[in-house]
């Protein structure tokens, strides 16, 4: 069973919003094989807080705009890493600091990646996506910023 068509729409609207905030490296995962919670995890980097927030604002419009509201927002206040919920689909922003230490695509590299377009991938998320989908020799996963 993969992601619903709904759990996908849901996320390209969210990647797209997070696109237009500027938000780097967007990728989304489908995750439904793997939680009952969720079909696609959606998971984008911003540069400092303020971004951060912005990003977190713009989804949460963009979601409303769909007819879905956020179950649980967490991690808003600080602006490092904000989870938010919608049901079919959860939005991680993580500063980018963040994002490369806790490296939630290492985590779940056994799911695949659900194909976003051009105008959803932020900043070198086609770097990204490629990194994601081929990896490397060992089977990791390098984000920008990783020593090779």
């Known amino acids: 069973m993969s992601a619903t068509d709904r759990a996908v729409g849901l996320a390209v609207a969210a990647a797209r919003a997070a696109s237009d905030r500027k938000a780097q490296e967007i990728i989304a995962l489908d995750v439904s094989e793997q939680l009952v919670l969720t079909d696609v995890f959606l998971i984008a980097s911003g540069t400092n807080e303020r971004q951060v927030s912005a990003i977190v604002d713009a989804v949460e419009e963009a979601m409303f705009r769909e007819g879905v509201k956020a179950i649980r927002r967490e991690g808003k206040a600080q602006a490092r890493w904000v989870l938010l919920d919608f049901g079919d689909v959860v939005v991680h922003v993580q500063h980018a600091e ?4 806790y490296a939630l695509e290492r985590l779940w590299k056994d799911c ?8 959803a991938r932020g900043g070198s998320g086609e770097a990204a996506a490629a990194e994601y989908g081929g990896g490397t020799p060992d089977g990791t996963i390098r984000l920008a910023g990783d020593d090779l």
């Open 98 to 101: 963040d994002r490369v230490y």
């Open 112 to 119: 695949p990646a659900v194909d976003l377009p051009e105008d």
